[in-house]
């Protein structure tokens, strides 16, 4: 990561003021509980080494320790650490937390069975280097997960007038280091290729997504979709299209892979 951005996701109170996916309020609640339960599906995790990379508060952690995996979780983030620690002993499970970067990870090749990082990458600089460092610790035969915010999502329609804004210097430009980089689905496949790894399974999540919003202006917005609307299209048409070419454009894209 770059210094920049290093410091501020060090920092307290900055992360936490935009992650909160167990808030059942929050808009993107059902897809961030389907891409838990769609991790959790994937294998039997029993006795299983695991590293999650950018745990963040822990929630795919805790749910894979209470699956009887052998669960080691790194942030960057010490506060985030904190709370993933409070997560694990509220739910009497044991993981063992460090603070760690994600493009650095301090651990012997072919550690473990799984490497996964969900929702992260679009926060490294360099995302190569995270793909390359999940490689090389996890074991031959066995799995890194990973997800990615698209850059060809649907819902980014809606973002392109504020995007012209800033870039016409009509809008504010932002006042925190860059902490956020989307990549194409084909991009996307280009990290694991060159990381040497073999995509077994692509799939996608949020083709209308309830958080988007169209930029009427810099500080005047309304919903792309009504809420009822993205929910009942997530729960009940979606599940047949995550995995056709559509997932190309969809908000969120997961992958699971072998290591050779």
């Known amino acids: ?15 936490l003021h935009w992650w909160f996916p167990e808030d059942p ?9 389907e891409q838990l339960r769609w991790v959790l599906a994937q294998q039997t995790w029993r006795d299983q080494r695991v590293l999650d990379i950018s745990t963040g508060k822990g929630r795919f952690a805790v749910n894979l320790a209470a699956l009887a995996a052998e669960v080691t979780a790194l942030d960057i983030a010490p506060q985030m650490l904190a709370l993933a620690q409070h997560a694990a002993d509220e739910h009497g499970v044991g993981v063992q937390f460090l603070q760690a970067d994600a493009e650095q990870l301090p651990f012997p090749d072919a550690a473990f069975d799984v490497a996964l990082c969900m929702e992260a990458i679009m926060h490294v600089p360099h995302p190569q280097r995270l793909l390359n460092e999940m490689a090389r610790v996890t074991r031959p035969g066995g799995k890194v997960i990973l997800s990615m915010t698209n850059r060809w999502r649907l819902n980014a329609l809606g973002e392109a007038p504020g995007a012209l804004y800033r870039r016409l210097g009509l809008a504010q430009q932002p006042t925190t280091p860059r902490y956020m980089w989307h990549y194409s689905a084909p991009e996307f496949k280009h ?3 060159r990381a040497g790894l073999t995509i077994e399974r692509l799939h996608g999540q949020g083709l209308f997504q309830a958080n988007a919003r169209l930029w009427l202006n810099s500080e005047v917005s309304l919903p792309m979709f009504p809420r009822w609307f993205a929910d009942a299209f997530f729960a009940h048409v979606e599940p047949f299209l995550r995995e056709t070419p559509l ?9 699971v892979a072998s290591v050779k």
């Open 1 to 15: 990561m770059t210094d920049a951005t290093k410091t501020y996701f060090r920092q307290a109170d900055t992360v």
């Open 25 to 33: 309020t929050h808009p993107l609640y059902a897809h961030f509980a």
């Open 191 to 193: 990290f694991f290729e």
């Open 247 to 255: 997932a190309a454009v969809m908000g969120t894209v997961m992958a």
